[in-house]
Structure formats: C-alpha cells, structure tokens
C-alpha cells in the first residue's frame, strides 16, 4: 500500500511537470470573459517545447523563442474563441459592443462675437477634431478671438476673409469688455545663430505658424480692425534649428536658433534629453513572453546616456528608476534646460488592426515639427542598419513630447512587443546596448550633415 502511495505521488508529478512544461501562457487576454468595442481580439503568449497552437482551426506561428501573436475578428455580440495545443483546449468568450453610429456633425452659422483664450498652450486648429496633425499654433491666455460659426464642440475663428481656424468651446469664454486692437510696431534682429522678431499690439491675437522648404511664415490676425488685416514675417530656415513664440502684453517675439555644429566629431555644447517612455504604473506594451515595455525603455535609456556623455553631450533624464512621470513634466523638463535635442525611448505595440506578423515588425521613429525630420531619418538608417530590423519608416504623429518647438524631438519605437519574431531581438541580453549605440550614431551622424 505504501509502496503504491508513493508510485501515484511520483506519476502525479511527473504529469504535473509535464503540462507545465509544455502548456502554453496566454498573455493577452487575462480573462476567458471579456467585454470590447474593439474590432479585434488578440491573443498573445509563449508555447512550450515542441507544443503547436491552433486558434479557432488555424495553425499559429511560434518564434524560436515559444513566442506567438494572432488576431481574431470580432462580429457584433458573442464570439467563441477556440484554442487548442497538444496538451489543452480552452474556450475564450468576447462580447463586442454594438457601437452607434455617430451622426454628421452640423455647422451653425453665429453672429460674429468676441471671445477670450482661457489658458496658455491652447490648440487653434485647422479642422473641428481633438486630435491629429491640425495645429496651426498654441495661444495665449488672454487672447482674444472672433467666433462666427459652431460645429460639435468646437467653435469656428474668423482669422481673416480667406482664413478661418477652430478652437474647442471649453478652451474659450465670452469677452467681458469691448477692445479694438492697434498695431504699433514690427521689428526684426539678427544676430550670429539666431534670430528674433516682434510684433507689438495693444492686445493679445491669433497667431499661426507655418513652415515651407526654406521659410518660416509667422502670421497674426486682427480682423477686428478689418478681414484683411494680417501681419506676417517671413523667417529663413538654417538647417538645423528650432524656436519659440513668446507673448506679452500684446507683444510677440519670435525666436528663430540655430544648432551650431559641435567640433572633434563628438557631441559637446549639445544638451540632450533622453525619455524612457512610459515608467510606474504606466506598464506601455507587453511583449508575448510577459515583458513590460518600461522596463526595456530604461535599459535602452539607461544605455544610451552613457554612450552620449562619453561623446560629450549634457545628458538629461526624465526617469532613472521606474516611476511614474507625467507627459507634461518631460516636457517641462526639456525646456526649463534649454535641450537641444529630445529621443524619447519606446517599443511598439499593435493598434485596433489585423495582425501580420510580416507588416507588423521592425522599427520606427516618429517627428511632429518640420526641423525633426532629418534627425529622425537619421537615427530610423542607423538603427534598422545595426538591428537589422524592419525599416516601417519616418512618421509623423502629435505626440505630446513631440509637439515642443524649443526642441529637436523624435520618439523611437525600435520594435513590436507583440511580435513573435521581434520578440526574439529584444530579450537578447546585447539588445539595449546595441540599440542604444545605433541612435548614438545616428545622432552623431544627424550633426555631421551640412549646415
């Protein structure tokens, strides 16, 4: 009886042992229930050993590493998932909200009244939509504004008989007094790698910013006077370099600096910051294997400031340790220390769409103001060249980090998390120094080019 005792202990463990071995681990989802309005499930993990994986009758790739990724449509109301390996067979239950469909927004005409900005940093944009590459400038508390026309939550801006703009109505409050705006003067200065012009009023107006191949066309509006009145500047771009719009008292002055090249090929008189996305609670992507994307960034970041000082930079973090660190403190951050250049440190993650574990690899980098472009197409040739990795391509978004012109800023997403096959780069124990080198030398390369 003993004897038998034992035997079953000895069995039961090893069969124990061997379902965990080879059973897989499902990342995403966490449950078996789930509620989504998305148009998508996915279902990411790790095979065991020589363990093959089927999901609703299709074979699932699996990296060298166990690693897997797949999408599956969604029909409105319950979807029955089925995944199947050697060892198990679970059920996996999505409900897809029904979504209404929205309606056409209507535009209403209103009588031309006066308004005033809020807040600084408020968005006047060129279409009545909260996200996207719409700006046309950031205004100032204090400014004020013409709206004659409504559509959903934003307000129409008369700017002047050709140009129109929008700005949300929580961003704007009826004007409590009656103003006509004066012009008093314009004046330009330059000097040996900068430039500074203003233009002075007796009141605070829109302004937008606009960049052609050569120019910069800064532009304010007092259609209070007249819908022809526009007073623009007209602004050579040097090739590499950023600026700043700053108001007073109805007084704009607009700063145009040139990035000097630094001498010795190295990277001395340069201020960078370097941003490990995301940090604390904020986990960002996790990888088929569990990895959080956080934790990757920092090591990448981590690595990266060493190699930039050891070429001479002034490097700044916004985190060295996992915590939490809001968008709105990076950028502060940059600013209050006056960088030349800001890399924000990110791995990707797959959007609302169907999975293609060929399409959805490889790295990116993304710019939002016109002088980052170059730097992001250098640093995008170096990184594909030493990784060896997809090149996806430069894009452009608004991110937050992004939008600051005092700045050259470009956000790196150097591979997928949820892609099997990136999966294998980025758990390599080389990966965050090698990545790091590459954006160092595509930096580098970046200031060697003509000034």
Known sequence: MKIMRVFLIILFTIIFNLNSAFAYDLVLPKEKKTITSSNFAFFVGKAGKDESIVINDERIYLASNGAFAHSVKLKDGENRIIIKSNYSTQVYKVHKIVQEKSLELELIDLEPQLYVVKKDNTPLRKTPIDFGMNRLSHLFEGTYIIVNGKKGDFYRVLLSKDDEAWIHKNSVKIAEREICPKFITMNSETYKNASKHTIEFTEKLPYTIRENDKEIVFKVYNPLVSENSIY???????NKYTYETISYNG????KVNEICRPENNTLEGLTIVVDAGHGGSEKGAIGCL?????????????????I????????????????????????????????????????N??????????????????????????????VLNSLTCTLNTRK????????AVLR???YIGILVEVAY??????SVLYTKSEFPRETAQAIAEGILNFTRTEY
């Open 392 to 399: 996806e391509g430069v894009k452009t978004a608004s991110f």
């Open 232 to 238: 623009t500047v007209n602004i050579r771009k040097p």
């Open 417 to 422: 998390m949820v892609n099997p096959l990136d």
């Open 290 to 306: 569990g990895n959080c994307e956080k934790d990757i960034n920092l090591k990448i970041a981590t690595e990266l400031k060493d």
């Open 251 to 254: 007084v704009y002055v607009f």
């Open 308 to 347: 930039l000082s050891l070429m001479g930079a002034n490097v700044i973090m916004t985190r060295e340790v996992d915590g939490n660190v809001e968008l709105d403190e990076r950028v502060k951050l940059a600013k209050n220390n006056f960088s030349n250049l800001f890399i924000s440190i990110h791995l």
């Open 349 to 378: 993650s797959i959007p609302d769409i169907k999975f293609d574990i060929h399409k959805n690899k490889g790295t990116s980098v993304y710019y939002y103001n016109k002088n980052s472009k170059e730097l992001a197409e250098s």
């Open 404 to 406: 600051p012109t005092e």
